[in-house]
Every structure is written in C-alpha cells, then in structure tokens.
C-alpha cells in the first residue's frame, strides 16, 4: 500500500511536467495571438487554462501522495515553507516554492476580473520561473530523477519550452507587430 | 431586432489580439489587427444568439478589454 | 428680480459683450461692476431657463448635465484648453477670473457639491491663485496646472490628471456626472460657461438668454487666427453669421475658414452667411470651442489640413490601437494630396482611413480628426481636383 503512494507520487510527478510544459507552450501561443493550425485563438487560450488547471489538480495528487508516502517522511509544511523538510531540503524545497509560486499563478488567474489586469499580468510573469524550479525539483527530489529516461524527457520539455521563449523574443512573435504601432504601456 | 445590450471595446485595453473576432460575427479585423465592428464605433450591439458568444468574448478577453452595457452608448 | 438689478448691472451683464468688458481683472473692480455674488436659491432651473449650453466643445445643454449630478460631488472648471488655436479661456481667466470662480461657486453651491477644482493652463494659474486669494469665499478651490496637450481639455482626461496626475482620456464606461473622480458624481465644465452661470446667477436665465437666438442663446467667445490682420478673442451673440464674426479681424478675401477648430470643419467662402451655433440645427455651423481659422486665398487649404492632420496625428495620447495607428496613416495620405501625388485613389483612401478611425477610441480624438479631413475633402474639392492634375491653385 505505502509502495502505491510512492508510485503514484512519482507518476503524478512525470504528468506534471508535461502537463506544465504543454500549458508553458499554449500559453505563450495565447500571447503571440495566433492560432494553432486549425485550433482558433480562443481555443489555444482555453486549451491554456483548461490543462493549467488540470496541472493544479496533479499537484494536489502529488502532494498529497508523497505526504502519505512514510519514506518521504514529508510534512504538511514542509509542502508550503521552502527548504525546511527532514529528507532533502533542497529538492523538497524547490517543489515548495513551484507549489506557491503555481498557487499564486493560478488563483490570480482565476481572479483576473476582479484583481484587475495588471496584477493577473506581473503574477502570471512568475510562469517563467516556475516551471524551471519545478523541472529542478524533479530532478532532484524525484527517486529516478537522474535516470535516463527522465533525464531525456527533461531535456525534451527543456528544449521545447526554450525554444518558445526564445521565439517570444523575436520580432514577429506577436501577429500583426511587424505592421503596427502598439498603443503605449 | 433593437438590441438591448451592447459589447463594449475598451480601446485603452485593446491589444488586438483577435479572440474576440473569432467569436462574433460581427466583429472583424482592421489591417492593424484591431477588432472592427460590422457598423463602426466602439459598441457591437448583441442580438439574441450573440448573447453567449459575447459572454463569453468578455470572460477570454486576455486584456479585460470587453464589457456588456446598455445599447445607447452613455456620452 | 429687477429689484435686485441696479441698470449698471444691467448694463454690464446682459449687453454684448457682457464677458470681455475691458476693466480690470481685479475683485475690487468686479464687486464694483457686478455686486457680490448672490446665494440665489433655483440657480439650476434659472440655468435651464437661459438654454445655456457647454462653451468647451461638445455644445450639451447645461442644465442637463447638472440635472444628472448627485449632492455631494465634484465641481470642475476646465480652463485646460489643449487645443493650441484656443485663446478664450486663457483670456478669461486673466481678465475676468473673479467671473469664472463665481460661476464655480455657485455651481457648487447649487449642487452642495463638496470638492472645487479648477484645472487651468500653465500661463493661467498665476492670475487664478492672485485672484482666489483676493477674496475670502474661495478657499475650497483647488487649482490645477493642465499640461500642454491636445487631448487634455478632454473631460475624463481632467478627472485623470486630478486622480492619478498624467492626464489621459479614459474609457467611457459610465458618465462622469454618475461616476468620475474617486467614484464622485463629477461635472466638468468649462470656464466660458461658468462664467456664463456667474451672470446667470445675478440677472436670471431669462435676462441672460434675451441676446441671441431661441436655437442659440447668450454671447459665445471666439479665437479668430489664420491669415487675418488681427488675431485674437472676440465676443459675439448667438445667430452671427461666419462673415460678421470674421469680418472685423480679416479684411483680405477668404477662400475658407475651419470652425470649430482642430477637431472642426472646413468650410468655403459660400458658408460665410450661414450662422455659427450651438449645433448643425437650422443650418448652423457648429461652433465647438469657439475657434475660427481663416484661410486666405494665398494659401493651399490642403497644405494647411496636412499639417494639421500631422499635428493631430503626433497629439495622439497613443493608449488606443486605432488611433496610434490610423491617425498617422491618414495624416500621410492627406499629405500626399497635398504635395501634388496623383494617384486616382487617394481621396478614397482618404475617405476609407478618415471611417477606419472614427468612433474608434476612447476620447474623440480620432472622430475629431476624421471630421477634419472629410471636411477639408468637400471644401477643397476643387484643390483636390487640381493637385490631381498636377498644379495647386494657392501657388498662383
């Protein structure tokens, strides 16, 4: 029974990278403005939302697993307060700081009407530095971290996200820059 | 066929983005990228089968630019 | 009423001018030629009687707008004047500040609003500090310097500059008689008007409104500039025509005069007949803020609306898409009209860019500029069909 949760800890794990990443991508496709092939704009925004939600579903199912898990001998604050857990404070505490900083990401999200675009927008800045925490985290904490399999998945999401930032960089990143002026702010 | 509500564009907001268009019909782009309404202006009047697409172009709107108010304009 | 009226009074409140009457900016003179300023209980309805509409642009009655503030608001007088051919309300300020604050005051009293603000150009607020501190009734006037910007005279771009200091045109999600400055009930009215409500509130509607016409009632300042011997502000009834207005500081033929200012329209020589109002009802012209400028028949109107067009397109505040990017488009078709390009398609291209941007912005920024444009296609019909043919008719 404990070996199921270290299992599932582990598996939930994996899901939330890729799931991360793919919301990574999609997201950044949102800024640029342009469709994906045949899937329109708002079906890339809600494509976006709907599995960055669903990454927030897995982290509870990784969380709460890996607190069962009596080899991970995790504390409930340890889930939240950074580099502070009995095994592994660093790894541990890179996943504590994805956790907030995701958390952050998401409720501001889903409380973009009220709080108003500004702050939806410099919290949602964070994604940049949550997702490499938690590729970190997964690294380090994760009991195959340094396996191959998963150190090649690693480098796969790594490359693919990179690339997309990379890209947002550019000049035409966003449709329709390269012909217009943008408003000022 | 007087539309009692309006899909409002906040130009100040607007970034161009095209979710909007996408969802309305009446609404195009301009060679900027900029939504255009089919009449001109700044307010899509909503007809009844619009009512949801433009719901839910003011909840996708990735800059708050959008809002639902009464038909006549308020100057 | 006429108890109260002494014919001083009389002469210097319902004649014309009634505003530029040439004493003294000071309070002592101002008490002299008009009285104190009397607490008339019913200001509202005597302003609705006068048929008193806004001196600053958009002509809307006045009592309207007031009817549509909740107590305990915001009074402000917008003495701003971006518009950079605009004398008058800088002219006020220095010759009759006394007038202005009196109309501010009063108004407020009329609404029991609780905040006074009177936001004036940089070379106005000298004379609006010395004259409120003339006088003891004043002290809940807050004075605000406006900067040097074409779209800052706008009304949600005064209620900014008070909330957050830049000044910028706002969305108009709701009026700002229901919500403006911190979520108060605000009015923002010119000083020409509010100087009009300071004799309205010693005379009563009905007297101020015996000069004009019933479609356009009381005396109107107007900014005359261009090709003219004499620029400057003059004072004038309702129901003159362009020609009298004209007249006295441009002896030289006209071939157009642009009325309504930058954000006006051109209009030919066969216009100067017909009347300069409120509105376009019964013919008029509308006045806007009350800025003449006059083209001679030495000079390419075309020329003259391609810098303006240039002017208006660089006074974007630059916060719409529409506008950052169209104004400057349309402004470089406008010029390549004027410098002679006989491409078939410009004045349609004109036409498509001049509709692309209208109503299409938070302020009328845009729609103010489109109207310019179009008006400048019709007056200048005739130049557009001769720059097509390769000459301009002002180079002689």
């Known amino acids: 029974m404990t070996e199921a949760f270290w299992a599932l800890g582990r598996a939930s794990g994996v899901v939330l990278l890729l799931l991360m990443t793919v919301s990574m991508l999609l997201g950044l496709l949102t800024r640029s403005g342009r469709p994906l092939v045949r899937l329109p704009r708002f079906g890339v925004l809600l494509a976006h939302r709907n599995i960055a939600l669903l990454s927030v579903v897995f982290l509870g199912v990784h969380v709460v697993s890996l607190l069962l ?39 501001t999200a889903l409380l973009r009407r009220r709080l108003g675009h500004r702050v939806f927008r410099v919290v949602h800045w964070a994604a940049y530095v949550l997702w490499p925490i938690a590729l970190l985290h997964g690294v380090t904490a994760g009991s195959d971290g340094r396996s191959l399999p998963f ?10 996200v990179g690339a997309a930032v990379v890209w947002r960089m550019t000049d035409h990143f966003v449709e329709y820059r390269r012909i217009r002026t943008e408003p000022a702010r | 066929m007087s539309a009692s509500t309006a899909l409002h564009i906040d130009w100040t907001r607007c970034r161009g983005r095209g979710m909007c268009t996408e969802l309305l019909t009446g609404l195009g782009r301009d060679e900027w990228g900029y939504p255009l309404v089919a009449g001109g202006g700044s307010d899509l009047p909503i007809r009844t089968h619009d009512v949801e697409a433009a719901d839910d172009a003011v909840a996708l709107c990735p800059v708050l630019a959008l809002s639902i108010r009464p038909a006549r304009p308020t100057r | ?51 008193l509409t806004g001196r600053g642009g958009a002509a809307f009655p006045t009592s309207t707008k007031l009817a549509a503030m909740a107590p305990r608001g915001v009074v402000i007088g917008n003495g701003s004047e971006g518009e950079p051919l605009s004398a008058k309300d800088e002219l006020l300020l220095h010759n009759r500040p006394h007038l202005v604050i009196d109309g501010l005051l009063a108004t407020a009293h009329a609404l029991a609003a609780r905040r006074l603000h009177l936001v004036v150009g940089a070379a106005s607020e000298e004379p609006v500090r010395r004259a409120l501190r003339e006088r003891g009734d004043a002290d809940a006037i807050e004075v605000t310097v406006a900067p040097d910007r074409f779209v800052g005279g706008e009304a949600s771009a005064v209620v900014d500059l008070l909330a957050t200091g830049r000044g910028l045109p706002k969305d108009h999600a709701v009026r700002l008689t229901t919500r403006g400055l911190r979520g108060r009930s605000t009015l923002v009215q010119n000083v020409e008007t509010l100087a009009h409500i300071g004799l309205i509130a010693r005379v009563g509607g009905e007297r101020w409104g015996a000069v004009g016409v019933p479609e356009d009632r009381g005396t109107r300042l107007f900014s005359i500039s261009g090709d003219v011997a004499h620029p400057g502000v003059i004072e ?13 500081s441009s002896p030289q033929p006209v071939s157009a005069v642009l009325v309504g200012g930058y954000h006006g329209a051109w209009v030919g020589r066969d216009a100067l ?6 509105s376009s ?5 509308p006045a806007g803020a009350g800025i003449l400028v006059v083209l001679g028949d030495r000079s390419c109107g075309l020329r003259t609306a391609a810098e303006i067009a240039a002017y208006l397109a660089a006074e974007s505040a630059g916060q719409c898409g529409p506008c950052v990017n169209g104004l400057p488009a349309l402004a470089d078709l406008v010029s390549r009209v004027a410098d002679g390009d006989r491409d078939p398609r410009l004045p349609a291209q004109v036409e498509r860019m001049a509709g692309l941007v209208e109503g299409r912005g938070a302020c009328h920024h845009p729609d ?19 720059h097509q043919h390769g000459f301009c008719r002002a180079a002689r």
């Open chain 3, 273 to 278: 007949e017909r009347t300069v109002g409120a």
């Open chain 3, 236 to 248: 004038a009834p309702g129901g003159s025509s362009l020609r009298s207005l004209i007249a006295p």
């Open chain 1, 69 to 107: 898990d009596p080899y991970a001998q995790l504390k409930l604050i340890d889930v939240v307060v950074p580099f502070g857990a009995a095994r592994a404070p660093i790894a541990v505490g890179l996943g504590a700081v994805a956790l907030d900083l995701m958390l952050a990401v998401a409720i």
């Open chain 1, 151 to 160: 150190l090649a998945l690693s480098a796969f999401t790594a490359t693919a």
């Open chain 3, 1 to 51: 009423m006429s108890s109260t009226s002494t014919p001083d009074l009389a002469r210097a409140t319902l004649g014309v001018p009634r505003l530029l009457t040439g004493h003294g900016p000071g309070y002592g003179e101002h008490l002299r030629a008009l009285g104190p300023l009397p607490q008339r209980a019913g200001l509202v309805d005597e302003i609705a009687r006068s048929g």
């Open chain 3, 368 to 386: 103010g500029t489109a109207k310019m444009v179009r008006s400048a296609l019709v007056a200048f019909a005739d130049d557009v069909a001769a």
């Open chain 3, 281 to 285: 009802k019964h013919g008029a012209i």
